[in-house]
């Protein structure tokens, strides 16, 4: 029977993964290196024989666990996040993502690599794994110091890089290894992104926003769920990888207020889908090509240890980093992870690079995952190493190269003219970027929603010209908002440049009208350029003449109305504040090394020691010497937070103080005895009791009673002669014959009437000692 065989090689995928995972967690290792040994164990290529049945449905669950992966790698990154770490940050991580992209080239000019098998394996090498290296920060106790906040971000941009290099690896696979338009393959890639991000960034956060205040908790999650998947069906569709899309999907969702809700509720599916995944690729890992290919991979292995902290260095020193802090981002980048193995993986099954690709992808991924934590807690040092020994006129030339960025910075604030127009050329680049995804994937767009058109007999091409139409208009709004921008900048640069002439006023309308026409010639080569002419959008030319004329006399203002309003509300979602901090976000603490001063966060486990407690009872200063500097709860973050403050599971906890108070502090908290706290949430009730003749509590107020604090019981009303006191206040009094109406659990209400009967209520309360 096909199903039990399925849940057969289901169960010895996870309990492999999970044991196998678990022994590398307790050496050091990443767990994605226990689920890709896993993968090997149980592969074909072990023998005795494979302990998977039919290795084609595993292989289906890991495309599912690719396309959560990449949406949980692309909640990692959002445009907010994009702004915080900068252009200067971003253009550094291509920048290293180029130099070692021509190391590699190098070496496999150098290995006899042809030129596909070389971009392949630079495209492998030049992406770092961003959860090994936050991993690796957080043990090493540098999340917080500058240098750990720059490596953070360039492993978070380095993923950029690998969506940018997966979307050209598809193109070149899909050629067979022919020479691929790389020019082209970015602007559909771009094209693709803003058309696709726009609509998501519209109706994601609506739909959520909607769905919050009217249906479950549930539903929301379901639902991104199946947007995550047409997300990645799209991409694929548009010839594109699915990666592409759950990584935008993820990208989206972080930029809503939902995003902490979303991403609990995926944590479960993500584990054990990407479990899969990894198992996959190990599967197909053959140990005695491994074997022969030992050398190749140690080699390759010793290359990526060297080459990407001098690419990531190159990059940083490229923005005005200096050399020691520089290096220092350049060694803690080093471990290779998941996309490596995607990229390999492409490649293998495409055809484009022999299978011995997917086993040193895994070999060098170990190599620099084992080296990694080492280079990183040397990195202080072997930085100042370098720079003690740096040459004379390098440093002179470094602190010229600093001074003149300095200069171009200040004279970039001080032009004028480029700080009022460069908001309109990133709006006529983002809507160009719109208008060429509406008509260069229209023919795919208009193939996947034919069968759902009317379709009408007499007049047999009214769903060609509906859907057309229809283009046409979405269409036109960013027309005509890129044609106003064109004609600002028209006259913007016209009076500029003839400002001083005397004929200025007789020749500003002429630069202007030069300009204009200008404008209007490119905008017509490019509109050429994209719009279909074959199949089915034979229809598109005289249908856009005629639409663009009526929706220019007619549609006009209303069109230019719909445009700003989406427009405002684009710019209001992504100036949303974000209060979380992680590794990523703006430093806390510039570099004070002279206070031996440092900051270090964990997570409290489920079952900490600590829960329930609060700061005030822990006291971590008195114990340890460090002090509690946030607390981050469900997405918010609290600053300084008081010592009444109750600590729960989950929490993120930033602690202050020198290394080991800090490291002594973290120990603490994360302690687990494994005792669990029973919570009788669902067995609390409420329930009447009589004070009885002779009651102990008589004329006493309920402040000083305190049953709250004895007993654990709420009074939420109290009847007397007849008159009903709801929530009473604390100065009230309680007299016999009352009754009172408690709340508690079971236990709580049983042991406040014992007492009543033995001891007439009368005990020893704490707040009256």
């Given at each position: 029977m096909h199903g039990i065989d399925f849940i057969k090689d289901l169960a010895v995928v996870m309990l492999v993964a999970g044991l196998v995972g678990w022994?590398?967690?307790?050496?050091?290792?990443?767990?994605?290196?226990?689920?890709?040994?896993?993968?090997?164990?149980?592969?074909?290529?072990t023998p005795p024989f494979s302990l998977v049945t039919n290795i084609t449905s595993i292989e289906t669950l890991a495309q599912v666990g690719l396309i959560f992966l990449m949406f949980s790698i692309g909640m990692g990154l959002s445009l907010r996040k994009l702004r915080r770490l900068g252009l200067s940050l971003v253009l550094a991580t291509f920048t290293g993502a180029l130099v070692m992209y021509i190391l590699t080239r190098a070496l496999g000019g150098a290995l006899g690599l042809n030129p596909?098998?070389?971009?392949?394996?630079?495209?492998?090498?030049?992406?770092?794994?961003?959860?090994?290296?936050?991993?690796?920060?957080?043990?090493?106790?540098?999340?917080?110091?500058?240098?750990g906040q720059l490596a953070m971000?360039?492993?978070?941009?380095?993923?950029?890089?690998?969506?940018v290099m997966l979307t050209v690896l598809s193109s070149v696979a899909s050629l067979g290894g022919a020479k691929a338009s790389v020019g082209g393959t970015l602007g559909l890639l771009g094209a693709f992104i803003v058309l696709a991000g726009i609509g998501g960034m519209l109706l994601v956060p609506w739909l959520l926003k909607k769905m919050s205040l009217t249906a479950g908790e549930?539903?929301?999650?379901?639902?991104v769920a199946g947007l995550l998947f047409v997300l990645a069906f799209l991409a694929d569709k548009a010839g594109f990888s699915l990666a592409l899309g759950a990584f935008m999907l993820g990208a989206i969702v972080a930029e809503t207020p939902h995003k902490t809700q979303i991403g609990r509720a995926f944590e479960g599916m993500r584990d054990v889908f990407s479990a899969v995944f990894f198992v996959s690729i190990g599967m197909l890992i053959d140990l005695p090509a491994v074997a022969d290919s030992w050398l190749l991979i140690i080699g390759v292995g010793a290359f990526v240890l060297v080459?990407?902290?001098?690419?990531?260095?190159?990059?940083?020193?490229?923005?005005?980093?200096?050399?020691?802090?520089?290096?220092?981002?350049?060694?803690?980048?080093?471990?290779?992870?998941?996309?490596?193995?995607?990229?390999?993986?492409?490649?293998?099954?495409?055809?484009?690079?022999?299978?011995?690709?997917?086993?040193?992808?895994?070999?060098?991924?170990?190599?620099?995952?084992?080296?990694?934590?080492?280079?990183?807690?040397?990195?202080?040092?072997?930085?100042?190493?370098?720079?003690?020994?740096?040459?004379?006129?390098?440093?002179?030339?470094?602190?010229?190269?600093?001074?003149?960025?300095?200069?171009?910075?200040?004279?970039?604030?001080?032009?004028?003219?480029?700080?009022?127009?460069?908001?309109?050329?990133?709006?006529?680049?983002?809507?160009?970027?719109?208008?060429?995804?509406?008509?260069?994937?229209?023919?795919?767009?208009?193939?996947?929603?034919?069968?759902?058109?009317?379709?009408?007999?007499?007049?047999?091409?009214?769903?060609?010209?509906?859907?057309?139409?229809?283009?046409?208009?979405l269409a036109l709004a960013p027309l005509i908002a890129i044609w106003r921008n064109l004609s600002a900048l028209a006259l913007l640069y016209a009076q500029v440049s003839t400002q001083g002439h005397p004929q200025a006023a007789r020749l500003a309308p002429v630069v202007e009208a030069g300009l204009k026409g200008a404008a209007a010639l490119l905008l017509l080569l490019w509109l050429s350029a994209i719009l279909p002419v074959s199949g089915v959008s034979r229809w598109l030319p005289v249908l856009a003449v005629a639409i663009l004329l009526t929706g220019f006399f007619v549609l006009r203002r209303r069109l230019i109305y719909w445009h700003s309003v989406l427009e405002v509300e684009l710019t209001v979602m992504l100036n949303q504040g974000d209060q979380k901090f992680t590794g990523t976000t703006a430093p806390w603490m510039a570099a004070h090394s002279e206070w031996n001063l440092t900051l270090g966060d964990c997570v409290l486990p489920d079952l900490a020691d600590v829960r329930g407690r609060t700061l005030?009872?822990?006291?971590?200063?008195?114990?340890?010497?460090?002090?509690?500097?946030?607390?981050?709860?469900?997405?918010?973050?609290?600053?300084?937070?008081?010592?009444?403050?109750?600590?729960?599971?989950?929490?993120?906890?930033?602690?202050?103080?020198?290394?080991?108070?800090?490291?002594?502090?973290?120990?603490?908290?994360?302690?687990?005895?494994?005792?669990?706290?029973?919570?009788?949430?669902?067995?609390?009730?409420?329930?009447?009791?009589?004070?009885?003749?002779?009651?102990?509590?008589?004329?006493?107020?309920?402040?000083?009673?305190?049953?709250?604090?004895?007993?654990?019981?709420?009074?939420?009303?109290?009847?007397?002669?007849?008159?009903?006191?709801?929530?009473?206040?604390?100065?009230?009094?309680?007299?016999?014959?009352?009754?009172?109406?408690?709340?508690?659990?079971p236990d709580q209400i049983s042991t406040f009437k014992a007492s009543l009967r033995n001891e007439g209520g009368a005990r020893p309360y704490p707040q009256q000692a």
């Open positions: 022994a590398c967690h307790r050496i050091g290792l990443s767990v994605v290196v226990g689920f890709l040994a896993a993968g090997i164990v149980i592969g074909p290529h596909v098998e070389t971009t392949f394996l630079a495209a492998m090498l030049m992406v770092s794994s961003s959860a090994i290296i936050n991993k690796v920060l957080h043990e090493a106790g540098a999340t917080h110091e500058k240098s971000g360039v492993s978070v941009l380095e993923d950029m890089v690998a969506i549930e539903l929301p999650t379901i639902v080459a990407r902290p001098v690419a990531v260095t190159t990059g940083m020193l490229l923005i005005g980093g200096s050399t020691r802090e520089s290096l220092r981002v350049g060694l803690s980048v080093t471990p290779l992870g998941e996309f490596s193995f995607i990229i390999a993986q492409m490649g293998v099954a495409a055809g484009a690079i022999p299978a011995k690709y997917q086993a040193l992808a895994v070999g060098v991924s170990l190599i620099t995952t084992l080296f990694g934590p080492l280079l990183t807690k040397r990195s202080e040092a072997i930085s100042g190493w370098v720079a003690a020994r740096q040459p004379l006129w390098l440093a002179d030339w470094e602190g010229y190269y600093h001074r003149w960025l300095e200069k171009m910075q200040q004279r970039e604030r001080k032009n004028l003219l480029w700080q009022m127009s460069k908001k309109r050329f990133i709006q006529i680049g983002v809507e160009a970027l719109l208008v060429t995804g509406l008509l260069v994937f229209s023919e795919q767009v208009f193939g996947l929603v034919r069968d759902y058109l009317p379709v009408d007999h007499s007049f047999p091409r009214g769903a060609e010209i509906l859907f057309w139409s229809v283009l046409g208009l005030s009872d822990l006291a971590l200063r008195t114990k340890f010497g460090c002090t509690v500097a946030g607390v981050e709860r469900s997405g918010v973050m609290v600053g300084n937070p008081t010592g009444d403050m109750i600590l729960y599971p989950r929490d993120k906890v930033l602690l202050l103080g020198d290394p080991q108070q800090v490291a002594a502090g973290k120990e603490f908290l994360q302690q687990a005895s494994g005792t669990p706290i029973v919570s009788n949430f669902d067995e609390v009730r409420m329930e009447a009791i009589e004070l009885p003749p002779d009651c102990g509590l008589h004329g006493q107020s309920l402040a000083e009673v305190a049953l709250s604090r004895v007993y654990g019981l709420q009074v939420a009303g109290i009847r007397r002669a007849g008159l009903r006191i709801p929530n009473p206040r604390g100065e009230e009094r309680l007299f016999t014959g009352d009754e009172l109406l408690v709340l508690g659990s």
